[in-house]
């Protein structure tokens, strides 16, 4: 079972804290410090899949020298907000990558291993792109 929890720290600023201890500052944009808890849900979807991704091109050794994953979300203009289409754009690096690799890879994340995208993939459309870039 994943655990985490959120505290309070003053004004509308939050740490969240995660299972393993770890941590991140969230707040509304006017604190000026921490992230937007609704732009956490684009970070989680982006790091799930990196995770998945990274993974699987070393297991067909094929190990990226950089990746970077940029994510946009449309939301409806009426509370509560909710996410209606999330693009996620992998831009990699890499000697030996082949298209077709990176989106098997991809692919696969989306499809079998991205918890986070399995969640929202009921209220949100998810599309993706990716260019592999020259050494």
């Known amino acids: 079972m994943s655990t985490a929890s959120v505290k309070w720290i003053g004004g509308k600023q939050f740490v969240g804290i995660d299972s393993t201890h770890h941590s991140v500052?969230?707040?509304?944009?006017?604190?000026?410090?921490?992230?937007?808890?609704?732009?956490?849900?684009?970070?989680?979807?982006?790091?799930?899949?990196?995770?998945?991704v990274v993974e699987i091109l070393e297991k067909k050794r094929m190990p990226l020298t950089y990746l970077e994953i940029n994510v946009t979300?449309?939301?409806?203009?009426?509370?509560?907000?909710?996410?209606?289409?999330i693009h996620i754009n992998y831009r990699f690096g890499g000697k030996s990558l082949t298209e077709k690799a990176v989106s098997q890879a991809?692919?696969?994340?989306?499809?079998?291993?991205?918890?986070?995208a399995a969640t929202i993939r009921a209220t949100a459309q998810i599309t993706t792109d990716f260019e592999i870039l020259s050494e």
């Open 73 to 85: 979300g449309e939301q409806d203009q009426d509370p509560p907000w909710t996410f209606r289409k």
């Open 106 to 116: 991809i692919q696969l994340s989306e499809e079998k291993y991205c918890s986070v």
């Open 25 to 52: 500052v969230l707040s509304t944009p006017d604190e000026g410090v921490g992230i937007k808890p609704s732009e956490l849900l684009l970070i989680a979807v982006a790091s799930c899949t990196a995770v998945d």
